[in-house]
């Protein structure tokens, strides 16, 4: 049975949980603080980081195998052109 | 081991639909980006108007759910099925506690007058309307893939019930709980997105 060897213990995910919520915790407090721009970019890398967690210990990303791996990773470089040109154009209209 | 690769196929084919899912939401969150750049101090006053409790309240109930969800998958696979069953069932509890929370939360704003098309949103000024316009239309199709979530996880709860989810073949339950877990992920952006940008 390779597939049972992947299989997280309750202690792990509960670990994940925990730090799941430390982070939403992090980002809310992170917002009263009054730094223009720079809020939007913390809450951003702070949601990419708990999004990671859940792609990785939650949905198996680790054991699911590498045409999951790549084809995510595919996606999330398209999404990041579909952001960057219509951003692209939008600054230069 | 031919059963092993149709397990694979089935998972890879959950996958490539939920890639789907990342680019059709992707898109509304550009479009939710590039007005905000244009106007940032009125999208700032569309979410002071957001209730944040709701907003934590329903993050954290959504990350206990995909946990419980995760959590059903282990004890699958120990053959622990109670505890599967009751996972199953706290995160469908938790659902259900989701669209209750928002059905307060857009009728408190509906009460007070914002909602597409009313008076208020049209009077006021434009990019306010487009801000509660994508407030609608963002967290309404997310609620409505809670919605298909629950069923999905109802069914898996069955299927775990009736002996047809086994350690040996747990593919539907994987399968349901990674679109489960992508609600909750899609979650994780709309929070900060609307709720935090005050």
Redesign the interface.
Known sequence: MEHASHIFSYKTLGLVLGALLVLTGVTVGASYIDLGWVNVWIALVIASAKASLVLVVFMHMNSAGKGVVVSFLSTVFFLAIMIGFIFWDVAFR | MPG?RDQ?GK??GM??FL?TE??LF??L??LY??YF??YPKDFILGAKELD?GFG?IN??IL??S??L???S??AV??DQRHIALAALAGAQVCGAVFLVNKYFEWGHKIEIGIYPGSERLLDGPAPQNLFFGLYYVVTGLHGIHIGIGMVLLAVSLVLVFCRRIT?ENDVVL?NC??YW??V??IW??I???FY???
């Open positions: 092993q694979t998972k890879l996958w490539l890639f990342i680019i992707g898109a969150f550009v980006a590039v750049s244009w944040l934590v993050t954290v990350l206990i995909s946990f969800v995760a959590a998958i282990t696979q120990n350690a994987d709980g990674l877990h992508l909750d992920l994780i952006f929070f900060p997105l935090l940008v005050v």
